[in-house]
């Protein structure tokens, strides 16, 4: 009995249903923007988004932005369904172009439909919760929760899932386990020996970023006009946006803290003081899911800004205030090598297949 022979057992049955799912809501949006491209109405990119100058489909016409994301999105939908259940073993003219499409929208849907904002929000996201009962923040929060940002986070979740059904395709077409993706020989970088090691720089990089630029947003609320003119700084404390700063500061410093638990002790089971679950060990999903939803957010971030043309006219003189986003591309990769190394050391043995 081989590794594609193996009936799965309770618990690994998810690389199984991801391309299923993966098709069934990327057919979803499809159908919605055949919906737009044939009533002209319901396209949230491009033109259509009031705050677009930060991402990348500002530069498709609206016109043919609908038909783009329909041809694109039902043809991912087929591709997706073509890998939930393939027959044999295909030829590598198929599988380089299948897996070339499904990588491409993939990233697509993840790294270029998003873009600040998703990554803003997420950062926000405490600070709307907790203060929404009290009418704090005093945004309107129908300004905030927008079709278009409902639309990128749809995006990120259809590229994730396409992704995922890829990568489970790939495996099981090259005979691995779909589970684990262990083979007959397993690369040395991927021991949790070898990812102990080089995981220790990925997590070093991950967290200083976040804390170079969590440090910019501190001194703006100790009075310090750090990287910003002085009538700008004084603009920002009569309107309480540098309270907004320290928001994203501490949200950056929390991310900065949560990543160096990648390579301690307390994150691989729960310190003490949490009560109730002290000693236990952590899941390594409550670990690698959140970091991972949060490098794919910076990596789509960092796109965005930096193809913007405003964000480099602002940087034409260095200022301190914009200099540490010029660090987020380093901030992306790291985080998500950190938390693949992470997952390779925790792992285990596949309840799948038995190895590890």
């Not at 991801?18 to 923007?33: K, N």
């Not at 939930?84 to 299948?98: D, E, F, K, Q, Y």
């Not at 709307?128 to 995006?155: E, K, N, Q």
Request: with cysteine; hydrophobic share 55%.
């Amino acid at each position: 009995m081989t590794i594609l022979d193996a009936a799965p057992r309770p618990g690994t049955r998810w690389p199984d249903r991801l391309a299923p799912l993966a098709a069934g809501w990327l057919g979803l949006w499809g159908v919605l923007a055949l919906l737009a491209t044939i009533t002209g109405a319901g396209y949230p990119f491009g033109a259509n988004d009031p705050h677009g100058d930060t991402n990348l489909l500002r530069l498709v016409p609206v016109r043919f932005g609908p038909a783009l994301f329909a041809a694109l999105l039902l043809a991912a939908a087929v591709a997706a369904l073509a890998m939930s259940r393939p027959t044999g073993r295909p030829s590598r003219a198929l599988r380089v172009v299948l897996a070339g499409y499904g990588w491409a929208v993939a990233a697509f849907l993840a790294l270029v439909v998003p873009d600040a904002r998703v990554l803003v929000i997420l950062g926000y996201a405490p600070m709307l919760i907790i203060g929404a009962p009290f009418g704090w923040p005093p945004v309107d929060y129908s300004d905030v929760f927008t079709w278009t940002l409902f639309a990128r986070f749809a995006a990120v979740i259809g590229g994730l899932l396409l992704a995922g059904a890829v990568l489970v395709w790939r495996r099981r077409t090259g005979e691995a386990c779909v589970a684990c993706g262990r083979g007959d020989a397993e690369r040395d970088w991927t021991t949790p020996t070898a990812a102990a090691r080089w995981g220790r720089w990925a997590v070093g990089i991950a967290a200083a970023v976040p804390l170079v630029y969590a440090s910019t947003r501190f001194a703006w609320v100790a009075g310090v006009p750090l990287g910003i003119p002085q009538d700008t700084f004084e603009e920002m404390r009569e309107t309480g946006l540098v309270w907004a700063g320290a928001g994203l500061g501490a949200f950056a410093t929390v991310g900065a803290v949560l990543t160096l638990g990648l390579v301690q002790r307390w994150g691989e089971r729960f310190p003490r003081w949490i009560v109730g679950l002290a000693g236990r060990r952590v899941p390594v999903k409550l670990a690698v899911i959140p970091a991972a939803v949060v490098s794919v957010a910076v990596t789509a971030a960092t796109l965005g800004l930096m193809s913007n043309p405003q964000f480099w006219r602002m940087n034409e003189g260095f200022s301190l205030a914009s200099a540490p986003a010029l660090l987020w591309p380093a901030w992306g990769v790291a985080l998500g090598a950190a938390t693949y190394a992470y997952h390779l050391r925790r792992r285990g043995a596949c309840r799948r297949c038995g190895r590890g």
